[in-house]
């Protein structure tokens, strides 16, 4: 349930609200908005009844919370989140392009395609420093060196990083060194490690597992948002499914739905969906036009050396004509949403 107050009720109003939430055996969780504070009751078993907090002074309206996923979900929080890493804008009304290698290989590779995706208009960094690999053969990352080439970007080319946690052990070695901390796809149900995540000072990514409904998504990032960790991207990484043309399906239709259902940002990872380079740059447009709110693009500057995904990875040149396509796209809406304004 989330109890909404009256614009001019008072603190004292608002705490005995909560209060009675509490002396219920409940947790009172207040959530300041622009004009108004709301408070949501978590942790109910079954449905509240309205008229206990309705007759409250001060209480506007009790409107009871229909969704399994209560902080993630827009009944709970209408207003959409934007978050802020630096001087870049993750949400609605803006476009966030990141962009890198699957994996940090050396400084020197690093720090090449960087500069690179810099230039074309990347507003972050990733690459992998701990590789969630199918094969324990190959390549497994450079785990702490690869998160220090990692800061050095930052650090040198002004531009913040993202980069996946693999497990709970390692989680404050990445938190120390990333700015957006990455759960990819095969940890989106590893609960210890959504829990940590919970208690992070760092925005988290969390991709959809390959195999996941939106539900499982969503609940997977109230686990964070329920830590107190309130700034989580959803990406959506494209599902397993039948097919042989590419790596994954990637599931546009999730775009809107997400939109509709949570005010939690969503961005596309193309190249992961793809698996095939040739395929990146139509779902990268794909994406933009169902109104993601950015993409996390795999480029490398030698992708047949790659140790890793160098099958999918854009050469710096495709990059380029990505972003300029794609920023196009984004224009078209917000040209639509400026004349709206003025009207
Ligand atoms: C990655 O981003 O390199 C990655 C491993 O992604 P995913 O978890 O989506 O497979
Ligand atoms: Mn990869």
Known sequence: MLIV??????????????????????????????????????YNKGAIDPTIFISMPGVK??????????????????????????????????????????????????????????????????????????????????????????????????????????????????????????IGTRNMQNFSLLKRAGKAKKPILLKRGMSATIDEWFMAAEYILEGGNREVILCERGVRTFVRHSRNTLDISAIPYVRNESHLPIIVDPSHAAGRREQVIPLSRAAIAAEAHGLIVEVHHEPENALSDGAQSLYPEQFDLLCRQVRDIFGIFEKQHKEEQLR
């Open 61 to 182: 309206e009790a409107i009871p919370i229909t969704r399994p996923y209560k902080q993630v979900s827009r009944e709970f929080h209408s207003e959409d989140t934007i978050i802020r890493v630096g001087d870049v804008f993750i949400g609605e009304g803006h476009m966030v392009i990141m962009a890198g290698p699957c994996a940090v290989e050396s400084e020197k590779q690093a720090i090449t395609i960087a500069e690179k995706v810099k230039q074309c208009g990347a507003h972050m960094f990733r690459g992998g420093a701990f590789k969630p690999r199918t094969s324990p053969y190959t390549f497994q990352g450079m785990g702490e060196e690869g998160l220090k080439i990692l800061a050095k970007i930052r650090r040198e080319i002004g531009i913040p990083v993202v980069t996946e946690v693999m497990d709970y052990e390692s989680f404050d070695m990445v938190e120390h060194y990333a700015d957006m901390i990455q």
């Open 5 to 42: 107050m009256h614009q001019k009720a008072t603190q004292d109003q608002v705490d005995k609200v909560v209060n009675e939430i509490k002396a219920r055996g409940y947790k009172a969780l207040p959530i300041p908005g622009g004009d108004r504070v709301s408070i949501g009751v978590l």
